[in-house]
């Protein structure tokens, strides 16, 4: 496992005896979602090594306050959110009516995987109130489209016990989901305390994670220990949860998979596509570094670029905060570009003539990934092409884009290798040669037909992980 709130996670059930239906793309069999029946529970007590680890590591965050606060600060000047709600941060806050499922979502990603989640928890109990936690401006921003009459939205306390147990008191949860990668050890060694159940949902853990957290376990294995259940993506992102300390893991799929992209953005990048009469090419939630290279192999490509049809480049990054460094780099390429913020936010709003005939957009607004994959014929893959992990290949699948993938992918392992398998993904060494590539397959309409029929397949053959997730997390909520 990982360090606190990286990408650690613990993994699938114990490894006899599992039975059920198939694991979604892999056909390996999957624990029944319920009824819930753990491994080890309650976990046994902590050795004094592990309360020594613990803490040191709540000394050393208690000591970190002054320079936590300070980080918030520079960061809301660029990002306001960040400088609201601060009592939040320590605990504070009113109190709310008790028995909330509580989904904590760190960040942008995890909040767009938890849609699909609560939407399933809401069908299937219906009145569910839900509390949302985030540790991210962006996050957060997104999470308040999924609330209702109800719900409460929050930051996640910063993870000593005092903060903790402060949030505690004034929530109550009936349960708690943790999405994805997130470990926090006073979090839920606190939840444990006050009869919280802790869930890991969507959860992975790659191996490197894995190997990392061997560096830190006398502080992470007993919070993988404090985990009521894990629900994984795959069977070997369950194995490697056994392995770091989860008592009961069950494989239930990629929820990326059961999230339908927008389809009014989706429909209204279609027609911009269809306006511009050229192709466009997308770098798709692009990582530091990324844009440099892609830039460079743009420039040097200017042959093959014209032999395609001379496509659009358009870049989206994946931190909003960088808009305008990536923005300067293409100014200072000499290609000519053209922002989305400057189109106007209306439904009706579109390109003016000036972008038309640009070189480069720069994809600069939130929330309109749909609008992006709509314009794309085919796109590459972000954080893929360093070792970043990868960014979500789902969403281009689900949007029906060929996708070329870099060499890391493995936030993402099992979805890439089963798009591999699909044919709706190439994977390529580097940026130029995924570059080559894309451009050779926008010369030959017919293979990017079928490379886009296989990615819609691909996303459609793999949903139903909401369903499998929801059930065992309302049976630990209680009635």
């Not at 191996?207 to 376990?217: I, P």
């Not at 808009?323 to 780099?329: G, L, P, S």
């Amino acid at each position: 496992m990982a360090t606190p709130g990286g990408e650690a996670r613990p993994d699938d059930a114990a490894g006899s005896g599992r039975s059920g239906a198939p694991d979604p793309g892999t056909g390996r069999a999957v624990a029944p979602a319920v009824p819930v029946t753990a491994g080890a529970w309650p976990p046994p007590s902590d050795s004094f090594q592990e309360r020594f680890a613990r803490g040191f590591f709540s000394t050393v965050l208690r000591l970190g306050t002054p320079a936590y606060l300070l980080r918030l600060f520079l960061r809301g000047r660029v990002e306001p959110l960040y400088q609201a709600h601060l009592g939040e941060r320590f605990g504070f806050g009113p109190a709310i009516v008790p028995g909330a499922v509580w989904v904590h979502a760190v960040s942008l990603g995890e909040t767009r995987a938890a849609v699909a989640l609560i939407d399933q928890l809401r069908r299937d109990r219906p009145g569910m109130r839900l509390l949302l936690t985030h540790t991210t401006a962006t996050g957060r921003e997104a999470g308040r489209a999924l609330l209702r009459e109800g719900d409460e939205q929050r930051w996640l306390p910063f993870d000593t016990p005092g903060a903790v147990r402060r949030f505690l008191r004034r929530t109550k949860p009936a349960v708690g989901v943790l999405m994805e990668t997130e470990i926090w050890p006073n979090v839920q060694h606190e939840a444990l305390k006050a009869g919280v159940p802790m869930v890991l949902a969507n959860a992975r853990l790659s191996a490197r994670s894995l190997r990392r957290g061997e560096k830190f376990k006398a502080l992470l294995a007993p919070a993988a220990r404090t985990l009521r259940l894990a629900l994984a993506q795959s069977g070997e992102d369950a194995d490697r949860l056994r392995q770091a300390g989860v008592p009961d893991v069950r494989v239930c799929g990629n929820l990326k998979f059961d999230l339908q992209p927008d389809e009014v953005l989706l429909a209204r990048g279609r027609a911009w596509r269809a306006d511009l009469d050229r192709p466009v090419l997308m770098l798709a939630v692009s990582r530091e570094g990324e844009e440099a290279a892609m830039l460079a192999a743009w420039k040097a490509a200017e042959a093959q670029r014209r032999a395609a049809g001379s496509p659009l480049l358009l870049i989206v990054p994946r931190h909003p905060q960088r808009f305008d460094e990536i923005a300067a780099m293409v100014a200072e390429t000499g290609l000519t570009l053209a922002r989305r913020s400057a189109f106007g936010g209306h439904e009706h709003a579109a390109p003016p003539l000036s972008a038309r005939v640009a070189d480069v957009w720069l994809g600069d607004s939130m929330r309109e990934m749909a609008l992006y994959y709509g314009l794309a014929d085919a796109a590459l893959l972000g954080g893929s092409f360093e070792p970043l992990g990868g960014q979500n290949l789902i969403e281009a699948a689900a949007c029906g884009v060929p996708l070329f993938m870099g060499p890391h992918t493995f936030n993402f392992a099992e979805a890439a290798e089963l798009s591999l398998a699909a044919g709706a993904s190439k994977r390529v060494d580097a940026l130029p040669t995924a570059v080559h590539e894309a451009l050779a397959l926008l010369t030959r309409p017919a293979d990017r037909s079928a490379m886009a029929r296989a990615a819609a397949d691909f996303a459609t053959a793999h949903r139903g992980a909401a369903a499998r997730m929801a059930a065992p997390i309302l049976a630990l909520a209680g009635a």
